[in-house]
C-alpha cells in the first residue's frame, strides 16, 4: 500500500502513514465530511438531508467488503455490524461451507499462514520486481531477440525503483534523526511530568507544564506541541506510526522478499495452487481497514465513535493490502471471495505503480461485474494526473475490452471549504480516469482498540463513496451496479467556476470541473432523490 502524506518536523520532512494527520488541513468539525455545504457551509455530502428523504423507510441491509489492511473486530462501532458467514461455525476448526477455507467467519486473510501467522509487512512491487528481472536483465543494454517486450517493461521496473530506493533511503535517515529527537524529548518531558518511564502523555499533558527557566524543558515541550499539531492520540500513538512506516522504508532498502513464502508458503506467481490465508482479520497494522470500516458503516446513534454513512450494511473484512504493496494475486482472490459471498460493494483503499499479473485483476473485475457488483476504489495520493500515470489496480483493461467499467468509481479526495485546498493537495485525479471526488482531508473514523483517528487520504474518500452507494443500494435494492455508478456520479453537480490548487502544484489553479469525469463531489441527498425515480435493472 503506498497511501502516506508527508509532514514537517522543523527542517525535518517525514512520511507517515496513511493514517496520520496534516495540519495544514482546515480545521473543520469531526463530522465535516457528512455536512451539506448550504445549512453548514462545508462541502460534505449531505448526509442529513439524504436521511430525512428516506426517514421512515425501512431499508435492506446490504453486505460490503473491505479488500484492505485488516479490522478490529472487537472495535465497538464494529462489533455488531460485521458480516457473519451463514454456512460456517466459529472456531470449530473446520471448513463448514467447503470453499477451502477454515473458519473464516467474518471474512478471510490472504497474507496469513499456518500457526495464526500475518505477512503484514511487505515492500513495494518495484522492489519486488527488480529483484525478479535483475538476474535476466541487468548486465542488458539492449533487448534480447524475442523478448523485447519484457525488457522494456524491465526499464521501466528500474527506473521506478530507483527513484522508490532513494527515495525511502533519504526519509529513513531522516525518520532515524527525528526518531532519536523524539524519544530524548519525550524522556524529559515525563521526568517534568512525574510519569513513569513507560507512561504516555498527551498535548492536554503538555500544557501543564507552563514557564520554567529549564530551557530544554520548554523545547522538548515545543517539539511535541508541534508534533500534535500534526497528530492526535498520546506520543505513544505518534511513534508506533513513525515506527511502522520506518518499518516499510527499510522494507525497501533492505528487502526481506523471502516473508511471504516462509510466512504463508505461497507463491504469489502461481495463480492456482491450495487455498491459504487464515481467519486472522486484526494484525500489528489493522488500523487503516478498521478506519475505512468504521466510515461506511460505524453504528450510527450509539453515542460512541463516529456516524458511519450507511445505516444498515454488514462489513465483510478481507485482509489483503499489507504494509507496502499488495500482490496482485491476492487482490484478484479477494474480490473473488467478496463477490462469491455476496458482498454487492466492495471498498478497495489502495493502489502501487505496477501491477505483474494484471490481468489476474482484470478478470476478477470482470467477475465482479457479471455479478453485478460494484466496486470503489481510491485514485491514490502522488497527486498526480492518472490520465497520464495510471494507478493499479484499474479498469483499463489489458484485452483492450474496458478503458471505463460501468462497474467501477474511483474516486479523488477533496477539502472541507471553497478554495485553493477544495481539491485536496495529494490527491489523483484525472478527468478520464478518476469518477468523482468525495472528503478526504482532515477526515476522522474510528481505530483500532477503541481509539480514533483523523486522517488524510483518498483511502478515506473512496469508503465514504461506498457508503453512499450501500445507503442507496439499502433503500433501492433493485438498481444495478452500472446504475448506482450513474446515481453516484450524477449527485456530484460539476463545481464550475471554483477554482482550486491543482493536486501537486503550489501555484497553478484550475476549475475543480477538469479534474474528475462528474467534475464535482458526491451528494448522498441527491443520489438518493436522482435514485428514486429510477427503474431498477438488477437481475
Known amino acids: 500500500m503506498t497511501n502516506f502524506k508527508k509532514y514537517t518536523f522543523g527542517v525535518v520532512t517525514y512520511a507517515a502513514l496513511f493514517l496520520s494527520f496534516n495540519a495544514s488541513a482546515q480545521e473543520a468539525p469531526k463530522n465535516w465530511h457528512q455536512l451539506d455545504l448550504k445549512t453548514d457551509g462545508y462541502y460534505g455530502i449531505s448526509l442529513n438531508n439524504a436521511y430525512n428523504f428516506v426517514k421512515g423507510k425501512k431499508g435492506k441491509t446490504v453486505v460490503v467488503a473491505t479488500i484492505d489492511s485488516g479490522i478490529d473486530t472487537a472495535q465497538k462501532d464494529l462489533k455488531s455490524i460485521l458480516w457473519v458467514n451463514p454456512k460456517e461455525t466459529a472456531a470449530n476448526g473446520k471448513d463448514d461451507d467447503g470453499n477451502g477455507l477454515v473458519d473464516d467467519v467474518h471474512g478471510w486473510d490472504f497474507l496469513g499462514g499456518p500457526g495464526g501467522k500475518v505477512n503484514y509487512t ?31 517493461y524491465w526499464l521501466n521496473v528500474k527506473k521506478i525503483h530507483d527513484a522508490t530506493f532513494e527515495k525511502s533511503s533519504t526519509e529513513a535517515a531522516q525518520i532515524g534523526q527525528m526518531i532519536n529527537a523524539l524519544m530524548a524529548t519525550s524522556g524529559y518531558i515525563k521526568r517534568e511530568l512525574k510519569l513513569a518511564p513507560s507512561a504516555t502523555f498527551t ?3 503538555l500544557e501543564k507544564i507552563t514557564a520554567t527557566n529549564n530551557d530544554t524543558i520548554m523545547q522538548s515541550k515545543g517539539v511535541w506541541m508541534q508534533m500534535f499539531e500534526q497528530a492526535e492520540g498520546d506520543n505513544g500513538k505518534v511513534m508506533k506510526d ?12 533492505n528487502p526481506d522478499l523471502e516473508s511471504r513464502k516462509r510466512i504463508m508458503g505461497d507463491n504469489p506467481d502461481e495463480r492456482g495452487g491450495k487455498p491459504y490465508g487464515n481467519n486472522i482479520l486484526k494484525a500489528p497494522d489493522a488500523s487503516h481497514g478498521t478506519g475505512v470500516a468504521g466510515l461506511i458503516g460505524a453504528v450510527r446513534g450509539n453515542n460512541y465513535g463516529i456516524d458511519g454513512v450507511a445505516d444498515n450494511v454488514r462489513i465483510m473484512a ?8 499488495e500482490y496482485d494475486k491476492d487482490i484478484a482472490n479477494a474480490i473473488r471471495y467478496a463477490v462469491d459471498n455476496g458482498a454487492k460493494v466492495i471498498n478497495m483503499s489502495f493502489g502501487k505503480k505496477l501491477s505483474p499479473h494484471k490481468d489476474w485483476v482484470d478478470e476478477a473485475f470482470k467477475y465482479a461485474a457479471g455479478k453485478d457488483v460494484l466496486l470503489v476504489q481510491a485514485s491514490g495520493n502522488d497527486g498526480q494526473d492518472m490520465d497520464i500515470k495510471p494507478q493499479y489496480p484499474n479498469d483499463i483493461f489489458e484485452d483492450g475490452s474496458s478503458s471505463d467499467a460501468a462497474n467501477v468509481i474511483c474516486v479523488g479526495a477533496s477539502g472541507a471549504k471553497a478554495g485553493d485546498e477544495l481539491a485536496a493537495s495529494f490527491s489523483n485525479y484525472g478527468k478520464k480516469n478518476v469518477d468523482v471526488f468525495a472528503p478526504g482531508a482532515k477526515v476522522t473514523s474510528i481505530d483500532t482498540d477503541a481509539e480514533f483517528n483523523t486522517a488524510d487520504g483518498t483511502s478515506f474518500s473512496s469508503p465514504i463513496v461506498a457508503g453512499v452507494a450501500a445507503l442507496i443500494l439499502e433503500h433501492y435494492p433493485t438498481l444495478s451496479a452500472k446504475q448506482l455508478k ?30 474528475s469525469k462528474a467534475g464535482g463531489i458526491v451528494n448522498a441527498y441527491k443520489a438518493l432523490q436522482i435514485a428514486s425515480k429510477l427503474k431498477g435493472e438488477r437481475k
Do not use: C, H, W
Open 486 to 515: 450513474q446515481v453516484i456520479l450524477e449527485s456530484a453537480t460539476p463545481l464550475t467556476g471554483s477554482m482550486t490548487l491543482k493536486p501537486g502544484s503550489k501555484d497553478q489553479k484550475v476549475d475543480f470541473t477538469t479534474l
Open 242 to 253: 513513525i515506527a511502522q512506516y520506518m518499518e516499510k522504508l527499510n522494507n525497501d532498502i
Open 318 to 325: 478481507i485482509k489483503a493490502v499489507p504494509n507496502g504493496d
Open 203 to 205: 498535548k492536554a499533558d
Open 122 to 152: 511487505e515492500t513495494t512491487e518495484e522492489i519486488r520486481e527488480y529483484a525478479r528481472l535483475k538476474p535476466k536483465y541487468g548486465t542488458l543494454t539492449s533487448a534480447p531477440a524475442g523478448s523485447e517486450k519484457e525488457y522494456a
